[in-house]
Structure formats: structure tokens, C-alpha cells
């Protein structure tokens, strides 16, 4: 929602409202085996109902994988550029950028402190779900 | 920053109706599950801050005021960052918990509800088993300087106090502490101090460990190398007790009398976390669940930070409690909208220390969950540590201060 939402005061138009309840209803259609589960359709639509009349932005219920792995990058990576670039600012960076110099890091191709250290700890889908997200940031 | 700029004119737009979380604590981990959770949910729960104190004051880099390289204001920040971003500051004092009722009362009168109540309240000292220390008018004598603010200035006092030819003695508690390199690293900035401006000077270490409980390749460099005949190691000391008047740490086997002593205390979850009742690991830190940091013994409850019972290998580190704030804070959104809680998380730490007052060394892992041990485990072949202190890891080791204060902050 971060990178969607430029506007966010704003009602969600119409068509992305009816978007929202397809896709509740899609996802209740899906595990429609359990009638647990069967039994929380009707609630789950209406709240996805309510959640669009109300034209809150809270029911995209698809959240962006790399959104938590990023996150962690965000701890050092993002914030005060009063303070100057020694850690560079990865919000709006070139994914293939991102996914290279992590790669690099990993790989030992590109000198570092700790970067090789922490970029060993995530997988390549990690790191590209991860690039996905930091690219689609606004700067 | 990028929220915090697309999220603007709705800041404030929780609605009455809106989900209630409290979150008691602004350290590293309240204050950024504070914000991710207005970050994340776009403005759509409703949150508010219990914080005791007026500022942020940092423990990362407050071994830096006592060493004398910087001033406590440089590690102090407010919480207007949070308040623009519709978070709801209270300067109080949680007092009493309901958690059937899911209310917290304060010490100041008002009584909050809330749908998600999250604990961040650090740790509590414990001075059951140092008889010279029961009393406040004792512990005043003794400054920890293990929660960054006052007493961390009130020790700086003293080193600038002591005269030349003075012994620093520092007492180290037995695993699990707050900060594990930090202790080692207060040894550093004051044999620093010492170097410069009280050369005839010396810093001991009375360690109830065995050994040196992290970077321990670097800190004993150091104390060969730079700071040879400074620093004094004793490792296998047990406190028995302190006598503040007589300024002496007493041993097992051994009495050490110094002109300023520094006794960090045994610690345990912060005092509203045992009243409750979910300091359930030894009594003493609070289990979760690392999906969510829900506590294990209190459903609606979540615990982030040095208060909670840790995996092995993970840290008691500001970075740490950052990192669990924003898996909370995630897994609360996503509980309040009755979605699924992200079931692989992953975290990472990055924890610097200074040597001197211009070169630093890191200690950093990568911790992923894991389903079948239902734990938090070291990614294999992640993590590490510096080969040397450098001065670029001390201008990583600032900009790592300045970005981690706004992502928890703003």
C-alpha cells in the first residue's frame, strides 16, 4: 500500500472497489473445503463490503511479499539524508540495481564491512521480492 | 520517510470506530511497532504510545558520553516524528493491566482499552542478590548507566570527577543482559578517556562470565593492543555484594576497591510484564510467539524487546527490538483485518561498537523462523564479525544511529 496510495486521504474509486470484493469472494471460494471456514465467508464479505462503501483503504488484502523483507534493509537503509549518503537510500532504486549489488556483496565481488555478512542471510527470491518493493518506493 | 510523506493530510484520520493498540514503551521496539503499525495500516488503527519519559534517549552510542566524545542531546530525540504520524503520545506510567478486560490503567488516572496491547518496557533491574544496593539512596551511590539518559550522564560525572591515577572497576552480570557487547565496549570509551587525559589511570573488568560475551576477538585485541596496561580483564567474578560507601565491589575470593565503581545489575522484563503474569521463561523474560510476538501466556498481548525470551543467538540489541517491532507490527495488522500472519519471517542485527572515539566494529546475523521448532535460527552462512575496527565502520556505525532512530521514530 505504501508505494499505491500517493493520495491517501482520498476514497478508493469505484471499479477498485468491486476489485476488493471479487477478490474476497475469490479467496473465500478458495477455502470453501472447511465449513469452519465456509461459515466466515458471509462475515468476510461484509466486512470487505463495508470496508469498501466506507472507502477506507484498508481491505487490499494482497500485501506485498517483499514489503517485510525489505523492512529489515530499512533499519540502516532508509531515513535522514541529513546525514549524508554513507548508507545509501534504496527507496526508488533500479531493482536490477538492488539485486546486483546484493549479489555482488554475497558473492564476495564487491568489497564490504557487513554487507556480505547480512546478504548471505536471504535467498535470491528473498532479495528480488525485496528489490521489487524498494524500486516501486517513491524517492 | 516514505509514509510518512504519502501518508500526510490522513495522519490524524483514525476514525472513533477505528482498532485500538497500545503499545507501552518508546524504545527501539515501541516506538517502531508504533510506527509501522500507522505506516502499515495506513493510518487505520489507532495508536497510542505509553512513554514515561519526555525523549528518546539511545543506549546505542551512549557508551559514547561516557567516554566523553559526545553529549547525551546527541542521542536524544523527541516524539514529534510519531505524533505527526497520528500516534497518540501519553507521558505516563502503565500501572494495571486487565486483560480480560483488555484495558490498561495509568498511573496518571486514564484508562485505556485496547484490541492489541503491546509490551515494550525494556528490563527491570534486579538487586535481590546485592544486599548493599537494596536501597534507592544505594543504587544513587552506584550508577548502572544501563538505561541511557541520567545515569548515563551521572557516571560521565564521575569519571571527569575521579583523579589521575584512579581505577574504573566495571562489573559485568552473568547472561542474558541487555546489550551483550556493550559492557566491553563502556571498558573501550573509558580507557579512551583515560589514554588522552588520565594517562596514569586504569579500567578492570570483573566479568561473572568466563569469557567475554561478544566481539571477543576484537575487544581483547584492543586490550592488548591500543589500550595495554589500561585495561585489566578478570573474568569468573562473582558479585557478592557492593559497598557503595566504602566504593568496593565484593567477590567470592576477592574485595576490589575503585575510585568509580560501575555495577550493572542482573535484569529481568520490565515490571509490568512480570505483574501481569507473562514473564512465563524462569519468571524472568516473556515468551512469544515469533510469528507475531503475542506472548505464549496472554492472548491480545505482544512483547517486543530486551523483555522477551530470546532464541539462542539472538541478541538482547536495540537493532533486535527494531526488528521485532516491525514482525509485530506487521502480524497485528494483519490479525485486525483477519488476514494471515506472515509465517516466514525473517530479522536480522547490525550492532556496532566503538573502540575509541573514531573506529568501530560490527557484529551483525540474519534470523529466519522456524516452522517445525516454531523458532527464530541463524540463517547458515549469515552473519559475522569486523576483521579490525576501522574508522569507515564508525561512519557506518553513526549513519546506522541516524537511519534506525527515523525508521523507529521518524
Not at chain 2, 126 to 153: C, E, F, M, N
Not at chain 2, 342 to 351: G, K, R, V
Amino acid at each position: 500500500m505504501r508505494d499505491r496510495t500517493g493520495a491517501n486521504s482520498g476514497s478508493l474509486r469505484a471499479p477498485a472497489c468491486f476489485l476488493l470484493i471479487a477478490r474476497a469472494i475469490e479467496f473465500d471460494t478458495e477455502i470453501g473445503d472447511d465449513a469452519a471456514m465456509r461459515s466466515a465467508c458471509l462475515p468476510r464479505l461484509f466486512v470487505a463490503l463495508w470496508g469498501a462503501c466506507a472507502c477506507l483503504p484498508v481491505i487490499a488484502a494482497e500485501i506485498d511479499p517483499g514489503r517485510d523483507i525489505a523492512a529489515n534493509c530499512a533499519s540502516c537503509h532508509h531515513g535522514d539524508r541529513s546525514t549524508g549518503a554513507a548508507i545509501p537510500d534504496l527507496a526508488g532504486m533500479e531493482k536490477a540495481t538492488i539485486i546486483e549489488r546484493v549479489r555482488e556483496f554475497r558473492d564476495g565481488r564487491r568489497p564490504s564491512t557487513i554487507m556480505r555478512q547480512l546478504a548471505n542471510g536471504y535467498s535470491d527470491a528473498q532479495i528480488e521480492a525485496a528489490a521489487s518493493y524498494l524500486a516501486a518506493q517513491k524517492r | 520517510m516514505l509514509l510518512a510523506r504519502t501518508l500526510g493530510a490522513c495522519a490524524n484520520a483514525a476514525p472513533a470506530s477505528a482498532p485500538k493498540v497500545v503499545v507501552v514503551g518508546g524504545g527501539y521496539g515501541g516506538a517502531t511497532a508504533a510506527r509501522y503499525l500507522r505506516l502499515w495500516s495506513d493510518g487505520t488503527i489507532a495508536v497510542t504510545l505509553v512513554e514515561r519519559d519526555a525523549a528518546f534517549v539511545s543506549c546505542p552510542l551512549s557508551n559514547l558520553v561516557i567516554g566523553g566524545s559526545r553529549q547525551l542531546a546527541d542521542i536524544s530525540i523527541g516524539y514529534g516524528g510519531l505524533e505527526k504520524l497520528g500516534v497518540r503520545r501519553i507521558r505516563g506510567d502503565a500501572d494495571v493491566i486487565d486483560a480480560s478486560a483488555r484495558t490498561v490503567s495509568l498511573a496518571q488516572g486514564e484508562t485505556l482499552a485496547y484490541d492489541r496491547l503491546i509490551l515494550a518496557p525494556g528490563v527491570d533491574f534486579i538487586y535481590d542478590g546485592i544486599p548493599g544496593l537494596r536501597s534507592p539512596a544505594a543504587q544513587a551511590l552506584v550508577p548502572h548507566a544501563w538505561k541511557a539518559g541520567p545515569q548515563t550522564v551521572a557516571l560521565r560525572a564521575r569519571l571527569e570527577a575521579m583523579r589521575d591515577g584512579g581505577v574504573f572497576a566495571i562489573h559485568v552480570p552473568r547472561v542474558p543482559y541487555r546489550c551483550p557487547p556493550g559492557p566491553y565496549e563502556r571498558a573501550c570509551q573509558v580507557a579512551n578517556y583515560f589514554l588522552r587525559q588520565k594517562p596514569k589511570s586504569k579500567v578492570i573488568i570483573l566479568d561473572a562470565n568466563e569469557e567475554v560475551q561478544s566481539k571477543k576477538a576484537l575487544f581483547t585485541a584492543a586490550w592488548s593492543g591500543r589500550y595495554r596496561g589500561y585495561v585489566e580483564y578478570r573474568p569468573n567474578s562473582e558479585l557478592v555484594d557492593v559497598d557503595p560507601a566504602a566504593s568496593t565491589i565484593k567477590l567470592d575470593f576477592d574485595e576490589v576497591r575503585a575510585d568509580v565503581i560501575n555495577v550493572i545489575p542482573p535484569q529481568r522484563a520490565g515490571g509490568i510484564a512480570r505483574q501481569l503474569g507473562i514473564a512465563n521463561a524462569n519468571g524472568s523474560f516473556c515468551q512469544v510467539d515469533f510469528l507475531s510476538y503475542e506472548s505464549t501466556a496472554q492472548k491480545y498481548v505482544h512483547v517486543l524487546g530486551d523483555a522477551i525470551q530470546t532464541a539462542p543467538l539472538m541478541p538482547k540489541s536495540g537493532h533486535m527490538a527494531n526488528q521485532h517491532g516491525k514482525v509485530c507490527a506487521a502480524a497485528v495488522v494483519a490479525l485486525l483485518r483477519d488476514q494471515e500472519v506472515n509465517p516466514s519471517p525473517l530479522i536480522a542485527n547490525a550492532c556496532y561498537s566503538y573502540i575509541d572515539d573514531k573506529e568501530a566494529a560490527h557484529i551483525a546475523s540474519v534470523h529466519a523462523y522456524d516452522r517445525e521448532q516454531k523458532t527464530m535460527l541463524v540463517v547458515p552462512g549469515s552473519g559475522g564479525l569486523s576483521s579490525a575496527p576501522s574508522i569507515e565502520e564508525a561512519v557506518y556505525a553513526e549513519a546506522w544511529a541516524r537511519n534506525i532512530w527515523f525508521d523507529m521514530l521518524g
